[in-house]
């Protein structure tokens, strides 16, 4: 028996390779499926099926290209209605692989198709517990993500209390669970960085499987405190249900090179988003005019999905070289298949071929203390969390969320120039590179708040202090 999770940091997401005496099964695959196909070939092993715990909210899943290119069916729990062909699974229902055995747990509340896999050995020992959104590390799944439903965020969650209480707590202490999710997913609110553990760990440590608890009051914390979910997941819900463009076409397509004036003219011609994957000081030393920076090397694919709203935007990329099939990769992962090419040899072919570079300053916390004194007027603007910001914050200065730039642009004066910061300079530029693609004077705050603590110069308040944005 061999049990992989193939965890991918950037959506804090795991999917799963259960392989038995030949046969293989993947749970909640991601996108691009070529992956799992050469490990089960290397293994000299058969996919024989495809497991998807519930309809993803913040990720496309491969599982339609996967049964496709293998013929191993695609299972969901009862409930789920797909627009391509599935076997809708009844509950306790059991598929055999290998010598194992994997049983269908019927558990809504995250949503009403949501189901858990529980993995039988060979002795028919309860084993594994694969429990998608249900149950995570040091949380459950959030129950306001559940599409066109008549049923209310408090109905959702006490189908939850009833599912984790009938379904998940009566199974062994020593089953080991293996959760979509991990901490930096917005499907809960307080998961563990770890990413597995021992039912027994978390009946003892996880807040909402308390033995006491009541539905009333396990109805009240689940629900308190949720962020709105981020504009993409109904759409990449959407998609899950009805089933997607082959990943191979959305490759093809993206993996475009253009020319200097061949980008041009296609931004030109198609309105399309010029995205620029690189890191945040690259960007801020020289890039193409109204490219917006969302670097790859941070929460690349929840930024985008937070910041561009309609994943029929069409997109070209300017990335470092060699970076583009891995841009595209993950944009694919939420719903983005419309990039229709790159850009060349990247910003030093758009130097070369005599266009100018559009930059923008970043200054040291140094410099900024020393604006901030000079008696001239600076607008600084924190663009981290609102919790973040009431941690602690430098007085003085104003909080506008990162996730909420578009909806607060009317808040800002075209005539003015705005000083920003993040944490740690990540966020900062890509605020940045949305204000100055609409007109906007930046400057850049290098190392964000942590070289602002670092440099000694500032006065912080850590008290709760009312932001006048949303």
């Avoid at 392989?19 to 092993?45: C, F, H, T």
């Avoid at 060979?122 to 799944?141: H, P, Q, R, W, Y």
């Avoid at 993950?330 to 298949?337: A, K, P």
């Avoid at 100018?356 to 007027?377: F, Y």
Wanted: charged letters at 25%; glycine letters at 8%.
């Amino acid at each position: 028996m061999k049990i992989e999770q193939i965890y991918t940091g950037c959506l804090a997401q795991g999917a799963y390779y259960i392989e038995s005496n030949g046969e293989v099964a993947i749970i909640d695959p991601l996108r691009e499926v070529q992956p799992y196909i050469e490990k089960a070939e290397k293994a000299g092993a058969t996919i024989k099926y495809v497991f998807e715990t519930h309809f993803h909210a913040d990720f496309v899943s491969g599982h339609v290209d996967l049964s496709q290119k293998t013929g191993a069916p695609i299972i969901y729990g009862p409930n789920a209605v797909t627009g391509f062909d599935a076997i809708i699974a009844t509950d306790n229902q059991e598929f055999k692989l290998g010598d194992l055995t994997i049983r269908v747990l019927h558990t809504p509340g995250h949503t009403m198709e949501s189901t858990c896999y529980l993995l039988l050995d060979e002795n028919g020992k309860e084993t594994a517990l694969f429990s998608g959104d249900t149950l995570f590390i040091g949380d459950v799944g959030r129950p306001d993500l559940a599409q066109k439903s008549d049923l209310t965020i408090e109905d959702l969650a006490g189908h939850l209390y009833d599912s984790l209480r009938n379904k998940v707590m009566t199974l062994p202490d020593d089953v080991t669970v293996y959760p979509a999710h991990g901490a930096g997913s917005a499907c809960g609110k307080n998961m563990s960085k770890e990413t597995t553990d021992s039912l027994g760990n978390q009946k003892m440590f996880n807040y909402a499987l308390r033995a006491d608890m009541t539905k009333e009051e396990f109805i009240k914390e689940v629900t308190d405190g949720l962020a709105p979910p981020p504009q993409y997941f109904p759409q990449n819900v959407k998609m899950n249900k009805e089933g997607v463009e082959s990943f191979d076409d959305v490759l093809e397509r993206g993996t475009q090179a253009l020319s200097p004036a061949a980008f041009e003219a296609a931004a030109n011609e198609t309105g399309a988003v010029m995205l620029d994957v690189r890191n945040p000081q690259d960007f801020a030393a020289g890039h193409v005019y109204n490219s917006i920076n969302i670097g790859l090397n941070g929460g690349f694919a929840p930024w985008v999905g937070a910041l561009i709203p309609d994943l029929k935007q069409e997109i070209l990329l300017i990335t470092e070289d060699g970076e583009e099939e891995e841009a595209i990769t993950r944009l694919s992962r939420v719903g983005y298949d419309k990039v229709i090419g790159y850009l060349k040899g990247g910003i030093a072919a758009w130097t070369n071929a005599g266009n100018e570079a559009g930059k923008i300053e970043s200054i040291s916390p140094e410099e900024l203390s020393k604006r901030m004194k000079s008696g001239n007027e600076i607008n600084v603007i924190d663009v981290r969390k609102p919790s973040e910001w009431e941690a602690e914050h430098v007085e003085e200065v104003t909080n506008f969320p990162l996730d909420f730039i578009n909806d607060n642009m009317a808040e800002l004066n075209p005539d003015k120039t705005y000083t920003i910061h993040c944490a740690g300079g990540y966020r900062s530029m890509i605020a940045s590179s949305i204000l100055k693609a609409r007109g906007l004077n930046v400057v850049d705050v290098d190392g964000g708040f942590a070289a602002i603590q670092k440099s000694g110069l500032f006065e912080t308040t850590a008290f709760v202090c009312p932001s006048t944005l949303k």
